[in-house]
């Protein structure tokens, strides 16, 4: 198990930027896949993108793709979210979460979770 803990939400106005961060705790970061989610009120968690554990594979949900990049630092133990061209439809929690698998997406692969960071986008 990792223990997560996110930071860099916030409110931005849309077509705004946000850099999200997950630091995690252990000396075996290196070794999982990382991922980011986002639940808004009333919906399921929806996945956003994960990266492997080398940082050399990444995927994205289309709704997300050539707006958002996922990125890692396994000196720092730490996944990033940069998010820009934010739309209102962005608004959610993220969460971070952490997986033994090589490239997941769904909530079920994901065995550690952050307490998530709340990032509203404004139109």
């Known amino acids: 198990q990792v223990q997560l803990v996110e930071s860099g939400g916030g409110l931005v106005q849309a077509g705004g930027s946000l850099r999200l961060s997950c630091a995690a705790s252990g000396r075996t970061f290196s070794s999982y896949a990382m991922g980011w989610f986002r639940q808004a009120p009333g919906k399921e968690r929806e996945f956003v993108a994960v990266?492997?554990?080398?940082?050399?594979?990444?995927y994205y949900a289309d709704s997300v793709k050539g707006r958002f990049t996922i990125s890692r630092d396994n000196a720092k133990n730490t996944v990033y979210l940069q998010m820009n061209s934010l739309k209102p439809e962005d608004t959610a929690g993220y969460y971070c979460?952490?997986?033994?698998?090589?490239?997941?997406?769904?909530?079920?692969?994901?065995?550690?979770w952050g307490q998530g960071t709340q990032v509203t986008v404004s139109s």
């Open positions: 990266i492997n554990w080398s940082g050399s594979n990444t």
């Open positions: 979460a952490a997986s033994r698998l090589l490239l997941p997406r769904v909530v079920e692969d994901f065995g550690s």
